[in-house]
Structure formats: structure tokens, C-alpha cells
């Protein structure tokens, strides 16, 4: 048995930057500020996960 995987980066190049605004992401200034910090932190990692789940494609599988 082999355990396989692969992972692609789907843009040319190594690296890829992005830029939001608020209200770009559906938030407006007044609802940030009314965030905890920990809400802060979960708003952010939503927001690279799917910039993770946009540009990279990942698999792993099992062959007999």
C-alpha cells in the first residue's frame, strides 16, 4: 500500500498577494470595532482559508 498526494499552487509563481477592503468582505468599520479579539482572529483565518482554498488544490489518496 502507498499513500499518495498531491498539491498544486494554481497561479503561476510561488507567491500571490490579495487586498480587502471591509466592506469589500461584507463588513462595515462599526462591526469590526465591535469585534473581540478572539472574533478578529476567526474572521481573519475565514478569510485565508479561502484564499488558501482559491489558489491551492490538494489531494491525498490510497493505492493498493
Avoid at 463588513?27 to 482554498?53: C, H, M, N, P, Y
Amino acid at each position: 500500500m502507498k499513500i499518495k498526494g498531491s498539491i498544486s499552487i494554481g497561479y503561476s509563481g510561488a507567491s500571490r498577494k490579495f487586498d480587502y477592503s471591509l466592506g469589500s468582505l461584507g463588513l462595515t468599520q462599526e462591526e469590526w470595532d465591535g469585534f473581540s479579539e478572539k472574533e478578529r482572529d476567526a474572521f481573519l483565518q475565514e478569510v485565508l482559508d479561502t484564499e488558501i482554498g482559491n489558489v491551492l488544490d490538494a489531494a491525498i489518496w490510497v493505492e493498493e
